[in-house]
């Protein structure tokens, strides 16, 4: 049988149950991009706060294209099993944070009206880095024919900002107060990146609205951290016999789960602190060191794994030709660009990657980590590069991991998911081997705006591709 609200009576007793009545509760968050990295984290976190007493917090998700959460959820009641799982323990826990799932092109003007809705004070987002749809200087692409589609109005929204900007338009038209947006994604100060987005967006399609924005919303910066592998249909069948129903939503995911939120709201928020989550007043420490010593560990693992043939991140980090210059990016190059005055032991943080880099209970695909990585490196190679370059030091591990990106992305070896595939393929075949590192990292290049190589660099990077 299938997990839903009849059927989570019959689950084991080792399944923590909510201790709230979900259907009791209100939806008081919309999240655009209700994925298995939000079940596993915001909502999580947001279960764990109800948990504790807080009321009408449920999580109305909105998936922007695909139908497929929706079709895991929605027959379950939004309810689904959050796995824990380390090398030596494993815990479960009935998830009821969220209420269902709206397939916008399904349904745009549901999505718009819950927005609208009075009880909804928070709109958060994990769209992933290419979600946003900026332009390489950081700025949102106009030219984008969903953007300018929605900016002329032309139907209904396609982008988070049409959605947004639709559903703020009728909060201020009822005399509605503004909302939080929440930005849960790796961008380097999300915030004030999603507010200048959303800004831009307003400006250009609706700027009375545009002044609204500024004065009643907020955009915080956050900082999130939790490894959460994609689920496989071993890992479905695996959760079945451990919980006795069938659950297309269950999640897998490590025990460590981190959240630094910028204490900037516009109005009520769940006492997320209560449960773990640290509300700051600066996240920039925590999200340079996660964005330069994890995520740009997980890339390297993801290319060098990929390139030595392995499948998974713990495969990759116990490779002896791998895990040196893992550890040289970590503990050398991208520790050495941190602000010490952030307070983060680099050290211990390192060490405590390597640790969860090597739980072999997550099977964490590095084509899973490989994907989208022109949307990536700017922030976890090629700023650090850049502010390392600028100090006199070298940074030779990092551009040894550069380089087999540079590799992956010329698609002859393996399938390359990137909303930039096409163009750097076909750049390759133009500039060739000997032109290739010019054309993407030179004063002309690609990423000519993030970092430009120089010649001892360009050298180092032509070494590694003709190897």
Request: net charge negative; hydrophobic share 45%; with cysteine.
């Amino acid at each position: 049988m299938r997990l839903n609200r009849e059927t989570a009576a019959q689950l084991p007793t080792h399944v923590q149950r909510p201790g709230y009545d979900p259907a009791a509760q209100d939806c008081g968050i919309v999240h655009f991009g209700i994925g298995a990295f939000h079940r596993a984290h915001q909502a999580a976190y947001t279960d764990a706060a109800m948990r504790l007493g807080d009321r009408d917090w449920r999580i109305t998700g909105v998936s922007l294209r695909s139908a497929d959460v929706a079709q895991q959820l929605n027959p379950q009641d939004g309810l689904y099993t959050l796995v824990e799982r380390s090398s030596d323990a494993v815990a479960m826990r009935l998830m009821g944070s969220v209420a269902g799932v709206i397939v916008a092109p399904e349904a745009p003007d549901d999505v718009i009206s819950a927005i609208a809705r009075p009880q909804t004070h928070i709109v958060s987002f994990t769209v992933t880095e290419k979600g946003y749809i900026r332009r390489a200087d950081g700025t949102l692409d106009t030219e984008h024919p969903a953007v300018a589609a929605d900016m002329k109005g032309e139907g209904a929204p396609r982008t988070i900002y049409g959605f947004v900007a639709a559903g703020l338009a009728r909060r201020e038209a009822a005399g509605l107060p503004g909302l939080t947006l929440l930005s849960c994604d790796n961008l380097a100060d999300n915030g004030r990146q999603l507010a200048m987005l959303m800004r831009g967006y307003l400006q250009a399609a609706d700027p009375a609205l545009a002044d609204w924005f500024d004065a009643q919303c907020r955009c915080p910066g956050t900082m999130i951290d939790r490894i959460v592998p994609a689920m496989t249909a071993e890992d479905r069948a695996w959760v079945a016999g451990q919980i006795g129903l069938t659950d297309e939503g269950a999640i897998i995911t490590e025990r460590f789960t981190q959240w630094v939120i910028e204490d900037d709201f516009a109005g009520p928020r769940p006492r997320w602190e209560a449960v773990g989550a640290q509300l700051v007043a600066d996240v920039q420490p925590y999200e340079a060191a996660k964005l330069r010593m994890l995520n740009g560990a997980h890339s390297a693992l993801a290319y060098l794994g990929l390139d030595a043939g392995h499948e998974f991140v713990h495969q990759a980090v116990a490779d002896p030709a791998i895990r040196p210059v893992i550890e040289a990016i970590m503990r050398d190059e991208a520790a050495a660009t941190l602000d010490p005055a952030g307070g983060i032991d680099t050290a211990a943080y390192a060490d405590e990657l390597l640790e969860r880099f090597a739980n072999s209970a997550l099977q964490h695909r590095l084509m899973q980590i490989a994907m989208d990585g022109s949307q990536k490196i700017p922030q976890r190679w090629l700023e650090p590069l850049a502010i390392s370059q600028a100090a006199g030091r070298s940074s030779p591990a990092t551009l040894q991991a550069l380089a087999a990106w540079v590799r992956h992305v010329r698609g002859d070896v393996r399938a390359v998911d990137d909303p930039q595939a096409e163009r750097l393929a076909a750049l390759w075949r133009s500039a060739g081997q000997d032109g290739i590192v010019d054309a993407l990292f030179g004063a002309q290049g690609v990423f000519a705006a993030t970092w430009i190589a120089a010649a001892a660099d360009k050298a180092q990077l032509q070494a590694a591709l003709a190897r």
